[in-house]
């Protein structure tokens, strides 16, 4: 019996040593993204392409990188079904290995579900489930087939792709995007957006000048992020998966899904996304999709204010593209790594079967003011508590919608419950689901403490309240979240 726990002592310290031998690897690997070169390569590899219907221009740049590993798709039609266009951008690490390979079959994984292009026939959320299932297909084909070739890498990846169906849209366009996962069957006559993602690559659509995120980030410091790290044996440090990985949803990132108790959704780093659907409008100009190295030097409503004032002036998409990068640059690698990442961009424009001068008519057009629902600078209006400012990161709340006023999000998962906050306006409002949103209604300010200035104040909260229920109304009736 002596000599069996020796032995079983012995094979223990053998696997840690390898696993965390293993670990290091990875963490040295992916520790060459910070490396730069001493001047930036700057080669832009651009590329367009167009229909009736869309007018597409991509570009990617290496930057102050030591290497390329960004990777992006756009095709106008699926050999499955020529009526479907796919566009993705990913965002690799530790190599480019996997957002290579995810680039090449991720489209591909979704178009071979059975439940693929039969939008009208399928029972409502066949549609979420079978493309959930693409994404953890080409997860796990990377793994059994290239697990050596991929080694430590992952990507995240955000999608966009759009089905023309005359016979329910009447030769208009469904919009379905999502960042790394998505679509929910609605019938084609609702023109809805199917959001989703893993990874903090980002897509926005340009409605009527005003950025409306189509995706949202998934950082290791979320409150539902967390438990799930923690509840699969991993750990948060510095606000990184086990000290290492800054996002806590890719493709790829193998070391990180071992736990054989758990299912690859509740993996310690998942390719699981979560799903929101939107509603399609005439409003809407045009998506950009791009990675975080757009993303962190810039914001939502900035990109899409670039995008359309060029636009406006008659410039090509691809140049479009071009620009925005060369805007990204950082001039030196002094400004904290901003501007020093691999980045690429693809910009889709919605021409519904007219020219381009239309599109450039509408982008003419200012933009309305919108005080409420303005989604400008979200990585300062939603910040998750366990941030100090020194080091925080901009990070939006599973499953919250992030035309929600507020200067603070916390989240209470216990009774799983988000909490929005805005700050010094005596307004106060929970969101636990979607569809308790139609009950939602504010919490009622005692202004008796204070009868001087009772009268303005309640000026001041009337017209907040009512701005709040208008939006989380119109909130309702534009999204839908699918967990």
Not at 115 to 141: N, R, S, T, W
Not at 291 to 302: I, S
Not at 432 to 454: I, M
Request: aromatic letters at 8%; charged letters at 25%.
């Amino acid at each position: 019996l002596r000599y069996v726990w020796i032995l079983y002592f012995t094979i223990y310290c053998t696997m840690q040593f390898k696993f965390k031998a293993l670990v290091k690897v990875g963490m040295e690997k992916n520790s060459d993204m910070g490396a730069s070169l001493s001047e930036p390569d700057t080669k832009l590899t651009t590329a367009s392409c167009g229909n009736s219907y869309l007018k597409v221009g991509s570009s990617s740049m290496q930057g102050w990188r030591i290497q390329m590993e960004d990777a992006h798709t756009h095709l106008l039609s699926l050999p499955e079904d020529e009526k479907v266009s796919f566009f993705g951008v990913y965002d690799g690490h530790g190599g480019a290995c996997a957002s290579r390979y995810a680039s090449c079959h991720l489209h591909k994984a979704i178009a071979q579900t059975k439940a693929f292009g039969i939008v009208a026939a399928l029972p409502e959320g066949d549609l979420v489930e079978a493309i959930k299932q693409g994404f953890l297909d080409v997860d796990k084909d990377m793994l059994e087939n290239h697990g050596n070739l991929v080694g430590v890498a992952g990507t995240t990846a955000v999608i966009v792709m759009l089905k023309e169906d005359t016979l329910f849209c009447l030769s208009a366009y469904c919009l379905l995007a999502c960042n790394s996962a998505m679509l929910k069957n609605i019938p084609c006559s609702s023109q809805f957006a199917f959001n989703g993602n893993v990874g903090d690559s980002r897509a926005v659509i340009s409605a009527g000048g005003v950025a409306e995120p189509l995706s949202f980030d998934h950082k290791p410091v979320n409150e539902g992020e967390i438990k799930r790290i923690f509840s699969a044996g991993g750990w948060v440090e510095f606000n990184r998966v086990n000290g290492n990985l800054a996002m806590s949803r890719a493709l790829g990132d193998f070391i990180y899904k071992a736990c054989q108790e758990k299912s690859p959704k509740e993996q310690i780093v998942t390719a699981y996304p979560d799903v929101v659907s939107r509603s399609l409008t005439d409003a809407d100009e045009f998506i950009v999709l791009a990675c975080d190295g757009v993303w962190d030097v810039m914001t939502n409503q900035e990109v899409v204010d670039f995008c359309r004032e060029r636009i406006a002036a008659g410039l090509a998409p691809e140049k479009i593209c071009e620009e925005l990068l060369l805007q990204c640059l950082a001039p030196d690698c002094q400004m904290g790594g901003l501007g020093c990442d691999n980045m690429t961009v693809i910009l889709v424009c919605l021409l519904r079967d007219k020219p381009y001068e239309e599109l450039m008519k509408k982008c003419i057009r200012d933009r309305p003011p919108t005080p409420v629902r303005r989604v400008d600078e979200p990585s300062q209006q939603f910040v998750t508590p366990p941030l100090s400012p020194a080091d925080s990161q901009p990070v939006l709340p599973s499953g919250l919608f992030p035309e929600a006023i507020g200067s603070t999000v916390a989240i209470e998962n216990e009774n799983k419950q988000e909490k929005v906050q805005k700050k010094n306006e005596g307004v106060d409002c929970a969101v636990g689901d979607v569809k308790q949103l139609e009950e939602l209604k504010p919490k009622v300010v005692d202004y008796n403490a204070n009868e001087s200035e009772a009268t303005g104040e309640k000026e001041n909260f009337n017209k907040d309240k009512d701005d709040l229920v208008a939006l989380f109304n119109d909130v309702k009736r534009k999204m839908h979240i699918h967990k």
